[in-house]
């Protein structure tokens, strides 16, 4: 008797032509490598039949998960089970609704590392992502001035385990991490079209943190209702009594908008911030360095709390 051989990883790279010709055969083979106790598997599901789809999230064996979209909405079905899944890597998908997106995380209780590259997500929808394993989460946005999302979905994640968050891109979306009590390291580089509000939102999540580097990346064009921001219509952050340090780069084109005050309401809101780096200096602004850096040292100095004696320092680059 023949005795079945298990394949460990499976990785499909798309074709460079007859994509629609060999959809068959390529989601046979699919098919076959999750029935073999397949541990790793790594496609790109455009070219595969609709058939195909549903075998992806039944397996009992599958460890890491990477899809690449290529611009084609993921279609959940109606079960979704990977209880050994910890890494999962979602590329240039179109996300579908909300209760699809809450059943595919449902279906993953193990989950560890999520990344989510160029995915958008269905405008006025509420999107719910339980992941009470999660140890790293990487959001990565695509800058496309054609994907304008309005009203603007909100995307919360439920992420109690939550260690490192790192966000690139666009903030065309409003993102919200929930209860991410054990977090340490949050890096947010925002770039070209920004909405403040959304920003200080994804910030507000994150304080628990105790080291937070934020960049501000805008190019050189930038839209014009940047230049309209007040900072008093802008949501507020709550404490951040965990954070030791902050990193900054600034964008020099738009330093005068609204990051001073930011910078100063976050260093308010930290009580026992110990470093704060400008990481690129201030070449672009020496006439209001000192009079910037010593409203950040006052502010800081003020809210330190009764009894607290630990030292503070400015290091600039």
């Known amino acids: 008797m023949q005795r079945k051989v298990n394949i460990q990883k499976f990785i499909l790279n798309p074709p460079f032509f007859g994509g629609d010709m060999y959809g068959s055969l390529i989601s046979s083979w699919i098919v076959v490598a999750v029935s073999r106790e397949l541990e790793e598997l790594k496609l790109y599901f455009n070219i595969m039949n609709d058939w195909a789809h549903g075998c992806l999230f039944i397996s009992k064996t599958l460890v890491v998960f990477n899809l690449w979209g290529g611009g084609v909405s993921l279609r959940i079905p109606s079960s979704v089970w990977l209880p050994s899944l910890k890494i999962l890597n979602l590329a240039d998908i179109p996300l579908l609704d909300s209760s699809s997106m809450t059943k595919l995380f449902n279906g993953c209780p193990l989950l560890q590392d999520l990344s989510l590259e160029s995915c958008r997500w269905v405008a006025g929808q509420v999107y719910i992502i339980p992941a009470p394993m999660l140890r790293c989460l990487r959001i990565e946005t695509a800058v496309d001035v054609l994907y304008n999302p309005t009203p603007m979905p909100k995307v919360e994640f439920i992420v109690p385990r939550l260690k490192c968050f790192e966000f690139y891109g666009e903030v065309v979306e409003l ?73 900054v780069t600034l964008c020099p084109r738009n330093f005068y908008v609204v990051l001073p005050q930011i910078l100063q309401h976050l260093v308010s809101k930290s009580p026992n911030l110990q470093t704060l780096i400008f990481k690129e200096g201030f070449r672009y602004c020496y006439e209001n360095l000192r009079e910037f850096v010593q409203s950040l040292i006052h502010i800081n100095m003020l809210t330190k709390p009764q009894g607290n004696s630990r030292a503070r320092f400015f290091r600039l680059c």
């Open 175 to 247: 993102y919200c991490i929930k209860s991410a009590t054990a977090l340490a390291i949050a890096n947010i580089t925002v770039c070209d079209r920004i909405g403040w509000n959304s920003v200080l939102s994804l910030i507000g999540g994150l304080s628990n943190a105790t080291t937070l580097k934020f960049s501000n990346m805008i190019h050189d064009v930038v839209p014009d209702y940047v230049e309209d921001y007040h900072f008093h219509s802008l949501p507020k952050l709550p404490i951040f009594g965990n954070l030791l340090e902050l990193k």
